[in-house]
C-alpha cells in the first residue's frame, strides 16, 4: 500500500534561518507530487506541484523553492525565512493525469518562524 | 482566479442533528469537486467527489454532496451528525481540464456535541 511521509513533524526556527522540508512517498511510481499551506485562519493554498523528477511548477510567487531530486521525494526550501513563512506545510500525491484523482496527504509539518 | 467559499467557520452541532456545509466556488467552466475531511490527529482524507454524472453523490460515513452548477454549489450534508463527525472539513475545487491542482476553501470546523 501507499504512504506518504513528512518530517520533520514540527519545527521552530529563527527569522533569516534557511528551511528544508522533506516529503517522500512509498508505494507507488511517476506521482504528482504537491506541497500546500495552510496559515491561520486560511485555507490550504498550493504552493508547486511536481509532475515529474526536476519539473517543478510555482503557483505562487514567494520565498520558498521545491525540488524533486528522485521520483518520490519532493524537498520544499528556503535560504531565509521570514515571519510569514509560518504555517502548516502539507505534501501530497496522486497518480495518473485525470484531475479529478484523489489526492493524498501527508500528516504536515507545523513550522513557526520566530 | 478560481476561488472556493465556505460559508461557516465554526459549526456546534448536537449528536442527531442534521447538518448542511456549504461551498460555493467561482470558476464558470468544467469543474471537479472534492470535499476533504481532517479528524482530529489525522491526515486530510477523502470524503467525497463529484467529477460527472448524478450531482448527487454519496461518501463515506454517510456523507452526500450536491453538485447545484446554476448555483455554484457543492453543498456537504448528512442527516444525523455523530461524535465522531466532529472534525474541520474543506471544500476544493479544480478545472476540468488542469493537472489536477486543487483550490481550497477555508475549512469549516464541526464541533459535535454528545
Known amino acids: 500500500s501507499q504512504t506518504i511521509h513528512q518530517w520533520p513533524a514540527t519545527l521552530v526556527q529563527p527569522v533569516g534561518s534557511p528551511l528544508s522540508l522533506e516529503c517522500t512517498v512509498e508505494g507507488t511510481s511517476n506521482p504528482n507530487l504537491y506541497w500546500y499551506r495552510q496559515a491561520a485562519g486560511r485555507g490550504l493554498q498550493l504552493l508547486f506541484y511536481?509532475?515529474?523528477?526536476?519539473?517543478i511548477s510555482s503557483e505562487v510567487p514567494q520565498n520558498l523553492s521545491a525540488s524533486r531530486p528522485q521520483d518520490r521525494q519532493f524537498i520544499l526550501s528556503s535560504k531565509k525565512l521570514l515571519l510569514s513563512d509560518s504555517g502548516f506545510y502539507l505534501c501530497?500525491?496522486?497518480?495518473?493525469?485525470?484531475?479529478?484523482?484523489?489526492?493524498?496527504f501527508g500528516p504536515g509539518t507545523r513550522l513557526t518562524v520566530l | 482566479a478560481q476561488s472556493v467559499s465556505q460559508h461557516n467557520h465554526h459549526v456546534i452541532l448536537s449528536e442527531a442533528a442534521s447538518l448542511e456545509l456549504g461551498c460555493n466556488y467561482s470558476y464558470g467552466g468544467t469543474v471537479n469537486l472534492f470535499w476533504y475531511v481532517q479528524y482530529p490527529g489525522q491526515h486530510l482524507q477523502l470524503l467525497l467527489k463529484?467529477?460527472?454524472?448524478?450531482?448527487l453523490v454519496k461518501g463515506i460515513k454517510g456523507f452526500e454532496a450536491e453538485f447545484i452548477k446554476s448555483k455554484f454549489s457543492f453543498n456537504l450534508r448528512k442527516p444525523s451528525v455523530q461524535w465522531s463527525d466532529t472534525a474541520e472539513y474543506f471544500c476544493?475545487?479544480?478545472?476540468?481540464?488542469?493537472?489536477?491542482?486543487?483550490?481550497f476553501g477555508k475549512g469549516t470546523k464541526l464541533s459535535v456535541k454528545p
Open positions: 501530497a500525491w496522486s497518480v495518473g493525469v485525470r484531475p479529478y484523482n484523489e489526492q493524498f
Open positions: 463529484y467529477f460527472s454524472g448524478d450531482p
Open positions: 476544493a475545487v479544480n478545472e476540468g481540464g488542469s493537472q489536477g491542482n486543487l483550490i
Open positions: 511536481s509532475v515529474g523528477i526536476g519539473q
